[in-house]
């Protein structure tokens, strides 16, 4: 038997995450993904794993149900910074860690309560807040 294993593509394995990444944002399972799209879950896993590649109206159905533009699943993808304009450390660095604190758990959930807060002086209450507790902690 012949093993042709061929190692998943970078921009489709970023794709993938960044489908999960929306996905689990909105609190949505991959069987509900699937059923809006007319596929199985396992076909929603191996996009996200990026072993699938996600064809073009696939991904614009994909955007529609997630509520995002089709650019949000190349936002930081790998060979991005090759175009010709201005690309600093810092804007990689930060939208990383937005990407991170929304992959974890705490930041999941503190998100998806934050965003249910109807009224904008109790969210700028509660940024006030956590500011000054993460203040705190440096200073320790």
Known sequence: M????K????IDIHVGSRIRLRRTMLGMSQEKLGES????????QKYEKGTNRVGASRLQNISSILNVPVSFFFEDAPGEGLSSGPSGMAEASSSNYVVDFLSSSEGLQLNRAFVKI??????????????????????E
Request: proline share 8%; hydrophobic share 40%; net charge positive.
């Open 7 to 10: 190692k998943p593509n970078p």
């Open 37 to 44: 799209l007319g596929i199985t879950f396992q076909q929603i």
């Open 2 to 5: 012949i093993e042709n294993k």
């Open 118 to 139: 109807g009224d904008p002086k109790v969210r700028r209450k509660l940024v006030d807040l956590v500011k000054a507790l993460a203040a705190e902690a440096e200073a």
